[in-house]
């Protein structure tokens, strides 16, 4: 059986991804407003986990909120999702993860977008 993106990538390199992702999205100019007054270490470990879990992880739990829900009060719009997927990109290449292997994880969130932003740009409610 071939090995998950998880077992491929190692759940250190997620980790340091992550939280390097998370370190720049909190000082971005476009998306770093979302973050005002949030955990930031909070944030990092959840989405240590629910990366994880995307990527294939069996024995790790994501115990965060259903993206939906989790997003919902939030003004996203398609730009601040881009603008997410350029920072991830950005943090992954720069840690030298493998272009196929960078290519599926930003291909995995992408399929995610319709649960954070919808067809016209704006926030569910």
Same mark, same amino acid.
């Given at each position: 059986?071939?090995?998950?993106?998880?077992?491929?990538?190692?759940?250190?390199?997620?980790?340091?991804?992550?939280?390097?992702?998370?370190?720049? =999205?909190?000082?971005?100019?476009?998306?770093?407003?979302?973050?005002?007054?949030? #955990?930031?270490?909070?944030?990092?470990?959840?989405?240590?986990?629910? =990366?994880?879990?995307?990527?294939?992880?069996? #024995?790790?739990?994501?115990?965060?909120?259903?993206?939906?829900?989790?997003?919902?009060?939030?003004?996203?719009?398609?730009?601040?999702?881009?603008?997410?997927?350029?920072?991830?990109? #950005?943090?992954?290449?720069?840690?030298?993860?493998?272009?196929?292997?960078?290519?599926?994880?930003?291909?995995?969130?992408?399929?995610?977008?319709?649960?954070?932003?919808? =067809?016209?740009?704006?926030?569910?409610?």
């Amino acid at each position: 059986m071939p090995l998950s993106l998880y077992e491929r990538i190692g759940q250190a390199f997620i980790t340091d991804a992550v939280t390097e992702f998370y370190l720049r =999205a909190f000082s971005d100019p476009i998306i770093g407003h979302f973050f005002f007054n949030k #955990d930031r270490a909070e944030l990092t470990e959840k989405q240590i986990a629910f =990366a994880s879990r995307m990527l294939g992880a069996k #024995d790790i739990r994501y115990r965060g909120a259903p993206l939906r829900q989790a997003h919902s009060q939030l003004p996203l719009r398609l730009a601040h999702f881009r603008r997410r997927q350029v920072i991830m990109g #950005d943090v992954l290449h720069a840690k030298k993860l493998e272009a196929s292997l960078r290519e599926a994880w930003l291909g995995l969130e992408e399929d995610l977008r319709p649960l954070i932003v919808n =067809a016209e740009g704006t926030c569910h409610s």
